[in-house]
């Protein structure tokens, strides 16, 4: 009895010291006017219960919508119009399902858009017109794409505390207002997953919502491993091209979009099989061929800065393959929590030629933080350790798609890099794989 209450006290003093380190890895750069000022704002953002999340579509032209209502609540309407009064406003029709607890989930595809073009829309809550938002839609022949991950609300501690949600959606809402700031005409954002902690919180999924400027940027989140669990993201996301996967998660699946020359796959890393990743990837290369620039987002990052050179994984030995096999140019990933790019990838190693660049987000939202190993890995460029939220703005132009990685404190540029066109002759598709697999296993030992 008494050595069975020792081991539970060590367990108990183990867990708070890691609950301490936990939490003492957090770290915001926003001050305390900031929060005060922030923190009256929580109830209004947990008592709206009809936020409303924006999409990328499938193409420019196209923009997707979901918000979640009140089962009971049986007369859903959307309308877009391209007026501020919303005069000669079409309403467009809203597909409702069965959503996580008494919600129903609302999703409406708008078509038809036009480049260049600002539109307003408004949708409903038991037959109230909400206010109108506006977004715009950005030209794609040279356009910008912000890159985010891991704002992971409700990490940074408790997350049953109030404050602790606060805190991180402070950090959320800081960093989103500083990337628009510099860059107020991106065409979408993109978050590499983990979008909040817990995939079944509604608090915590209105809290990542809750920047005003998410109902005018359009944002294509990730599957990160605490999304998976839960049917929530598919209730609130409404992704495009959704691609049938055996073995998908509660979460959903990958799915694809492009955007000018650019093609756009997102993948649910959570799901190792190699067949459900090629098919996302055929189906992706399929629809778009000619798509000169082809991006990944995996939440799972194969050349993590966290990681050395043997570093076995199925991301690495799998995914990785198929990367080369599909000539991606550029693989966006989060995770770790620390911000890292590689070099240009192929086959397990660096490459003078064709490969990958990989690049990882830090914390968008300051919520938690990894170490940088002592010893970094031979693929890693550029790492930065600092508890400091970061996002990449990535310009896409016709000769290379032009990453800047910005902290969030000063505004400084921490990286800046060029990512080339990857397009290689054609490859056998299954032997192509093998042998980068073969490659990739040799360059671990
Ligand atoms: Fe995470």
Redesign the pocket.
Known sequence: MKKAFRVISIILVISIITGITAFAESGYVYDEGTLAAFAPEWEKIQADETVISITPGGEIGEMRFAWLSAENDTDVAFKISENTDMTGAKEVEVKVTDAIDSYNSNKVTVTGLEEGKTYYYSYTENGVWSEAAAFTVQPDDEFTVLFVS?A?IG?SGDETLTEVLIRDTCGWNYTVEKMLKQYPDAAFAISGG?QFQSPDSITQMKAYLSPEKLRSLPVANTI?N?DDDSTLYGDIFNNPNEVFELFASDAGTGYYYSYGDALFITINSNNTSLGDTARVLRKATKAYPDAKWRVVTMHHNPYSASLSDDDFSDERFLFSSLYDRYDIDLVLS??D?LYSRTEVMFGGKASDGEGTVYVQSSSASGSNYDPLPEETASFIVSAFDVRVPTYTAFEFTDDAIIGTTYRTDSDEIIDTFEVEDNTTEFRLPVFSVIVSMFRTLFSMI
């Open positions: 891991d992971q990490r983990d990160g605490h989060g995770h929590h």
